[in-house]
């Protein structure tokens, strides 16, 4: 019977592979097959979805894998585009709510329903083993709605575009803080305006041991392996092998001829730890080696621009320290288990800023003063602007201030408030206390004085769902004209983020993330105090059109950035729905964010969007 069944099962593997009944079996993500191993729960999740009627309801309970798999990704697009999720739950069996499970499992309680398309849905996890529910406190944990967060779809899109993963926020906290951090742009989007990484590996340590050997040479180079850098430091072990350079460039280069030509092991590289684990003290762990052979538990990095031209090591250097931070750090943890794959690495959202901005110096000198410690980092050192007498080995309170600042500015970077930044810090039990204390003291003292560094965070990420930049309110910059109904504009953005997740929008930036300032639509008022009046006449738009209640919902400050005025509104999500009047016989309309614009529902779409947005209202 055995035997027979191992033949069989073949058969029905290559039927659920390729039946049209189960077309999401397999997904596809950056372009290579994933997932198609035949898994029992996602065939009764497609075929529950394929059984339902339209408007049909189903609640179902799988593994944790539903929600962040890459092998689930067909299934997570058919749910979210195909159909509209109602609830997820991720928990943990921790506390045995199912006995003859293991105590490690994941397991996922979903609803949701064949019609139209996911905006957002309920959402709750508790997987640290410390917030695992116990099986009498279930009911309330479902019901009782304390626990839930409301997630978007654009959220989940911005965060893993490539996957469609949900990551396993606790709080909204957790939810606001991935917000402002998905405003930079992924590691993996090309961005021609600025740099691009390419990650690369080198040796297998079992594929390529042929050519390992266990003692040094004149002419050989040391074997980097994950065990040997910590963060900041390629001396936190020692090699166990070494190869000959000579054998080692002839496994690079394979097939092409060996002229002498200069080769990535030549180089100062940056690096991380491939095998890494979100209960360590830390997670993402990353240094600069120097020129040597590295095998498959570290991955290099190539810092390119658009022309495919290797940049100066400052911007390793930079992208070191970003890497090694507590922030980033907190966002890897969310989503890695024990192995940091390139996938994770080019899902991180990176400030990709240029060596003139004015936090990149004086992040590039303290991992200089960090990493530049032994003569074999001589030459790193003068390229990233050390003088070579300051070369030296730091006492261990120096590099933990350096840390910590490191820390702080980058938090800023982020746009992190006090409060936030201090939430993360608390993610991190392991993490000695004095060194989370030492690094919100640096944030305090690196936080924005004379300028306003999150506005200028804001800008440098460009527009998204949460981000929107308008050049003028009346004043029409191309006609050089007023325009009145150029405010409708405006209006429409501050109702869009009211009834979605809220937002931020930037009066006097213009789409090429120019600041242009508000020079001519103050010059619309007559008053000595031209600020003061537009703030009243902008308060008063918003007045007429969503009622005074909802003035509680949003705020106007004003901020001086490259010598101009700008105007920032922070709006928060509407408890009930908003809609604009345009006046003129235009019909009253609601408007939602969705991706990086605003978008006006209609009859039956605002039916279905309120029945989620607003399930009690």
């Known amino acids: 019977a055995w035997i027979a069944y191992l033949a069989v099962y073949p058969h029905q593997a290559d039927y659920f592979r390729w039946a049209a009944q189960f077309k999401n079996q397999t997904s596809v993500v950056n372009g290579k097959k994933a997932g198609s191993d035949t898994n029992l729960y996602k065939l009764f999740v497609e075929q529950s979805y394929n059984l339902l009627r339209k408007g049909g309801r189903c609640g179902i309970i799988t593994p944790g894998g539903i929600y962040a798999d890459l092998g689930a990704k067909g299934l997570r697009e058919m749910l979210l585009f195909e159909g509209k999720v109602d609830s997820l739950f ?29 905006e957002s849905f309920r959402a709750a996890f508790r997987i640290n083993t410390r917030e695992a529910i116990a099986r009498d406190e279930l009911y309330e944990f479902l019901n009782s709605g304390k626990a839930d967060l409301r997630l978007t779809t654009d959220l989940i899109r911005r965060l893993s575009p490539d996957s469609l993963s949900i ?17 930079f742009p992924l590691l993996g989007q090309p961005d021609p305006a600025s740099w691009d990484v390419q990650l690369t590996s080198e040796f297998h340590m079992t594929g390529d041991s042929d050519i390992f050997e266990h003692g040094p040479a004149s002419s050989t180079l040391p074997l980097f392996e994950g065990k040997m850098i910590n963060q900041f430091t390629s001396q936190f072990g020692q090699p166990r092998y070494w190869v000959r350079i000579k054998l080692g460039r002839k496994r690079i280069l394979g097939n092409v001829t060996d002229r002498g030509q200069t080769l990535e092991c030549d180089h100062f590289r940056l690096a991380f730890r491939s095998v890494a684990s979100n209960t360590n003290q830390r997670t993402l762990i990353a240094t600069i080696l120097p020129p040597c052979f590295f095998g498959h538990s570290l991955s290099a990095v190539r810092v390119v621009n658009a022309q495919g031209q290797v940049l100066p090591a400052s911007t390793q250097a930079y992208l070191c320290a970003v890497w090694n931070s507590l922030v980033v750090d907190h966002l890897v943890r969310s989503k890695v288990t024990a192995n940091l ?33 032994t003569p074999q980092f001589d030459d790193l050192a003068l390229q990233l602007g050390l003088d070579r007498h300051r070369i030296k080995l730091i006492a261990s309170e120096e590099r933990a201030r350096l840390r910590a600042e490191l820390d702080g500015i980058i938090a800023n970077l982020y746009g992190l408030t006090q409060e936030e930044f201090a939430y993360i810090l608390t993610t991190f039990p392991v993490v000695p206390q004095e060194i989370k204390d030492a690094a919100l003291a640096a944030f305090r003292e690196f936080a924005p004085k004379s300028i306003d560094q999150q506005i200028a965070a804001l800008i440098a990420a460009g527009e998204s769902a949460t981000v929107e930049f308008k050049s003028s ?18 209006i429409k953005t501050v109702a869009a983020f009211l009834n979605s997740s809220g937002g931020t929008l930037l009066i006097g930036v213009d789409d090429e993330r120019r600041v242009v300032g508000l020079k001519e639509d103050y010059s619309l008022f007559k008053k000595s105090d031209s600020r003061d009046a537009f703030e009243n006449w902008l308060t008063t738009q918003f007045i007429e059109q969503f009622g005074k209640p909802a003035s509680r919902l949003y705020s ?34 609601l408007y939602i964010r969705t991706g990086n614009a605003s978008r006006a529902l209609d009859t039956r779409e605002i039916i279905e969007y309120s029945r989620h947005r607003w399930p009690n209202g």
């Not at 006995?99 to 398309?117: M, N, P, T, W």
């Not at 996938?343 to 004086?362: E, T």
């Not at 490259?562 to 309309?589: L, M, N, T």
């Open 90 to 118: 991720g928990l943990t069996n921790e506390r045995y709510i199912f006995d003859a499970v293991h105590h490690a499992q994941k397991f996922c309680i979903l609803v949701f329903e064949k019609s139209g398309v996911t």
């Open 167 to 183: 990551m396993e926020f606790k709080n909204e906290t957790d939810v606001r803080i991935a917000e402002k951090m998905s405003r």
């Open 341 to 373: 794959s390139f996938f994770y690495i080019y899902q991180l959202p990176i400030p990709r800023l240029s060596g003139q901005h004015p936090s990149v110096k004086p992040i590039v000198e303290r991992v200089a003063k960090l990493i530049c410690t």
């Open 473 to 490: 309110v009346r004043w029409d910059l191309r006609e050089n004209r007023l325009n009145e109904p150029l405010k409708y504009s405006v």
């Open 556 to 589: 106007l400050t004003f901020h001086e950035v490259e010598g101009q005025d700008i105007c920032r509104i922070e709006v928060q999500p509407s408890p009930s729905a908003v809609y604009v009047d345009e006046k003129g016989g235009k019909p009253v309309q």
